[in-house]
């Protein structure tokens, strides 16, 4: 177990500390999905005005599906018509050195190895650079935990509502431990598009690409990605793809020059 000190909680989060998830005490993986839906309850789902909201009809979403055959590439692309299998498991899940909502280091975060060394670099460039405090919500979710959220979702808003913001099972990216929700105390700890305003939403989508990150639901992108803007939902793509992206303004399905 890790010890905790002051320089933690000051935002010096330090790397080469990942823990494979094989060595995580007994039941822990068993528990994730109840604690990530607990963490998950500090998502801001203000009520969305009839402008705010997007339209899920400007493609065929959820038409013609494509199992996907190659979930292992760092590039993988899982999106409303590419679907991962309900057994995908990442084969090299580890728990990154970094803040979670609560200030906790790694607890409950999952990522895949290299993904995670990223993100340790981006928080730790973060308060280096900028001593700006980047806080982790949900990292790798297993197929079951997506299909709990979501479910929930329709539940409390509709499907037409949920599939604005919330995935179907399988076509998740935190299914590949690739994708990581972060937020900051300026946001009040939550995922919420003012996160895109705070200095650490700021930081973030100016430097994210150094590490292998994109915004992967950038603004004013809806119509393309069939998801509201998400400025806190980052995605690995490794340093060559996401710079490019970055660059050029890019959505990870032109990258591909697929959809």
Same mark, same amino acid.
């Given at each position: 177990?890790?010890?905790?000190?002051? $320089?933690?909680?000051?935002? *010096?989060?330090?790397? %080469?500390?990942?823990?494979?998830?094989?060595?995580?005490?007994?039941?822990?993986?068993?528990?994730?999905?109840?604690?990530?839906?607990?963490?998950?309850?500090?998502?801001? =789902?203000?009520?969305?005005?009839?402008?705010?909201?997007?339209?899920?009809? =400007?493609?065929?979403?959820?038409?013609?599906?494509?199992?996907?055959?190659?979930?292992?590439?760092?590039?993988?692309?899982?999106?409303?018509?590419?679907?991962?299998?309900?057994?995908?498991?990442? %084969?090299? #899940?580890?728990?990154?050195?970094?803040?979670?909502?609560? @200030?906790?280091?790694? @607890?409950?975060?999952?990522?895949?190895?290299?993904?995670?060394?990223? #993100?340790?670099?981006? *928080?730790?460039?973060?308060?280096?650079?900028?001593?700006?405090?980047?806080?982790?919500?949900?990292?790798y979710r297993s197929y079951?935990?997506?299909?709990?959220?979501?479910n929930e979702y329709v539940? #409390?808003?509709?499907?037409?509502?949920?599939?604005?913001?919330?995935?179907?099972?399988?076509?998740?990216?935190?299914?590949?431990?690739?994708?990581?929700?972060?937020?900051?105390?300026?946001?009040?700890?939550?995922?919420?598009?003012?996160?895109?305003?705070?200095?650490? %939403? #700021?930081?973030?989508?100016?430097?994210?690409?150094? *590490?292998?990150?994109?915004?992967?639901?950038? $603004?004013?992108?809806?119509?393309?990605?069939?998801?509201?803007?998400?400025?806190?939902?980052?995605?690995?793509?490794?340093?060559?793809?996401?710079?490019?992206?970055?660059?050029?303004?890019?959505?990870?399905?032109? @990258?591909l020059g697929k959809w």
């Amino acid at each position: 177990m890790r010890r905790l000190t002051l $320089l933690v909680l000051l935002g *010096f989060v330090g790397t %080469g500390c990942q823990r494979p998830i094989e060595e995580l005490e007994p039941k822990l993986l068993d528990e994730v999905d109840q604690s990530q839906m607990d963490l998950e309850q500090k998502v801001d =789902n203000t009520e969305k005005t009839e402008e705010d909201s997007i339209e899920n009809n =400007n493609r065929d979403f959820y038409e013609d599906i494509t199992l996907i055959t190659n979930p292992d590439s760092y590039l993988v692309l899982v999106n409303k018509n590419n679907a991962l299998s309900s057994s995908y498991v990442p %084969g090299d #899940l580890v728990v990154p050195n970094i803040l979670n909502i609560d @200030y906790r280091v790694g @607890y409950n975060i999952f990522m895949r190895m290299e993904a995670a060394g990223k #993100l340790e670099q981006l *928080f730790q460039a973060a308060y280096t650079e900028s001593k700006l405090t980047l806080l982790a919500l949900s990292g790798y979710r297993s197929y079951e935990h997506q299909a709990q959220v979501y479910n929930e979702y329709v539940r #409390l808003h509709g499907q037409d509502e949920a599939d604005r913001f919330s995935a179907r099972p399988g076509h998740s990216e935190h299914q590949t431990g690739l994708a990581i929700d972060v937020t900051s105390e300026s946001a009040g700890r939550k995922l919420n598009p003012e996160f895109g305003n705070t200095a650490e %939403g #700021l930081w973030v989508k100016q430097n994210a690409h150094r *590490f292998g990150y994109i915004i992967r639901y950038p $603004l004013e992108r809806e119509q393309d990605t069939g998801y509201d803007y998400e400025p806190w939902h980052l995605r690995y793509v490794g340093v060559e793809a996401a710079t490019e992206i970055y660059e050029n303004n890019l959505i990870l399905e032109e @990258y591909l020059g697929k959809w």
